[in-house]
């Protein structure tokens, strides 16, 4: 199972769609495509309130929990022999900026 977000021409039509739902909602456009790809994957994962950025989901053993967000460019990848992927209810997954001042440090 691949499941690539990125790149097709589906995508495009997704990525105008959402623009103006976003425009009209005034809402950033981003996280409306983020719950509209979510919508779409729901059933495959079994996950409610799923929502899911332009990243790469790999692997045919994925489990994801209630209130997930997989947004940015977030990769994936659970194809190894015995490779499985399970993300808990309400996590949130994406790349952190450099000037992110709310990390930790050690």
């Known amino acids: 199972m691949v499941a690539y977000f990125a790149g097709c021409a589906g ?10 739902i976003a425009f009209l909602t005034r ?3 981003s996280g409306v495509e983020a719950v509209f790809r979510g919508a779409m994957w729901r059933a495959r994962f079994a ?3 799923l929502r899911v950025g332009r990243g790469q989901l790999i692997g045919p053993r994925m489990r994801f929990g209630a209130d997930v ?3 940015g460019n977030s990769y994936l990848n659970a194809t190894g022999e015995n490779g499985s992927l399970t993300i808990g209810d309400e996590t949130h997954v994406d790349r952190r900026e450099k000037h992110d001042t709310r990390a930790t440090k050690d």
């Open 11 to 20: 995508d495009r039509l997704l990525s105008a769609l959402s623009t103006a």
């Open 47 to 49: 996950s409610s309130r």
């Open 27 to 29: 809402r950033e456009p």
């Open 69 to 71: 967000s997989l947004l």
